[in-house]
């Protein structure tokens, strides 16, 4: 994920300055679309970003569109010199990407939405009131800000040390919320790195950030196809998947439809955050199915395996190994009391606060023929099988 985040905007930034250079120079077409081009893909990213709830990656795309030439304020002020305004471009826009990863993801549907974006976009918002209103103090914060300088392309040591925080503090985000649109920051503080080496090729400095709609777009495609193909709670591909899945099959394969024992007894004992480590548990479990099978989450407690091909014997073995090792494992149990308790608490209470279970799980499969027919067919035979699984005791696999 984190090399996906780094990778994905940094070469896309690279190979749009080479596809340029190298060879899209010579048509006027191209360089006619490169007037409308970015703010259209930038546009259509913000509007993905704002229908799936993507605050943090809208943000980018904001701040991308101000800094285009068009809209760039440090082009406008004469104040500082050119290296001076590449050293405080690249210094507030480090600040705005700090903020805007510490930020959550709200919608802007909501009014707590919109104030999140005026808090993200403030360093950007305070320097242009602040050119407007107190234009000579401005410039003498940049300036001290900026020393000593530092010949191009890092201009300070201030610049140098913000850029540098900022892409690791967006590697850090994305580890942190588990999802790679962060890196789409990265993007954008290397385009606005390139932007201030290409200061006179206007072509090439908007050709940057149209790199950063791409990568937003593709960022947030990614983000939408993971809602609709994965479960949010195991990590696994979700029904829908298993239904596409389904239809790339050939016609030998093996379908398994397994059940977690007693769930509905876990929820009403524990509690339904003990019945969500359940299943986290047997899904962490069953992802580590070999033999060539895949995983699924069908609804409920209720998981599908689908192994390609006709090997019965490994493919049974395989799910014997599947089920015994969750009955093995220990989980334990924590107190519910125990978030609210100081640390002192917990370590005195710590043997009374834990209740070890055991989980397990029951198997029945089906081998595709044609008596069977197609996949759903096959499907309810391994569902009638894991039936017959229940009624023997459970914790167990049936054919």
């Not at 201009?155 to 925080?165: K, R």
């Not at 014997?320 to 090792?325: N, P």
């Not at 149990?333 to 209470?349: G, H, M």
């Amino acid at each position: 994920m984190l090399l996906k985040a780094l990778i994905i905007p940094v070469a896309l930034v690279i190979v749009s300055y080479l596809a340029h250079v190298e060879y899209l120079y010579q048509f006027g077409a191209w360089h006619r679309a490169l007037d409308w081009l970015p703010q259209a893909c930038l546009l259509l990213a913000l509007g993905l970003a704002v229908q799936y709830n993507q605050l943090r990656v809208a943000l980018a795309c904001i701040l991308a569109a101000l800094l285009l030439p068009q809209f760039d304020i440090w082009n406008t002020h004469g104040q500082l010199d050119l290296s001076g305004q590449n050293a405080a471009k690249l210094t507030t826009l480090s600040a705005a990407v700090i903020i805007c990863l510490a930020l959550p993801n709200k919608s802007l549907r909501h009014w707590l939405g919109w104030m999140l974006l005026i808090i993200g976009l403030s360093p950007l918002i305070m320097s242009y009131i602040g050119w407007q209103l107190a234009p000579t103090k401005l410039t003498a914060l940049f300036v001290a800000l900026n020393q000593p300088a530092l010949q191009a392309p890092f201009y300070s040591y201030a610049a140098l040390i913000a850029c540098i925080s900022s892409m690791l503090f967006s590697l850090f985000a994305c580890w942190r919320y588990k999802q790679a649109q962060e890196g789409v920051f990265i993007g954008l503080v290397c385009a606005a790195w390139l932007s201030t080496q290409l200061a006179d090729n206007v072509q090439l400095v908007v050709l940057s950030y149209l790199a950063v709609a791409v990568t937003a777009i593709i960022f947030v495609a990614q983000h939408a196809y993971r809602l609709a193909y994965y479960d949010e709670l195991t990590g696994l591909p979700s029904r829908r998947a298993l239904n596409q899945y389904a239809s790339s099959l050939g016609r030998n394969y093996i379908v398994v439809m397994s059940d977690v024992d007693h769930f509905k007894k876990f929820n009403d004992t524990y509690g339904h955050d003990v019945g969500d480590q359940v299943l986290k548990l047997v899904a962490s479990r069953l992802n580590q199915v070999g033999q060539g099978g895949r995983v699924f989450r069908y609804g409920g407690e209720e998981f599908t395996l689908v192994f390609k091909g006709h090997k019965q014997t490994k493919v049974v073995a395989e799910l014997e190994k599947l089920r015994q090792s969750i009955a093995d494992y220990d989980m334990v149990v924590r107190d519910k009391t125990r978030p609210n308790q100081s640390k002192k608490d917990r370590q005195t209470n710590l043997k009374a606060s834990k209740q070890v279970v055991n989980v397990t799980i029951s198997l029945g499969y089906c081998i595709s023929s044609k008596a069977h027919g197609g996949f759903d067919a096959c499907l309810k035979v391994a569902d009638e099988a894991l039936y017959r699984a229940k009624k023997a005791g459970r914790n167990c696999v049936s054919d």
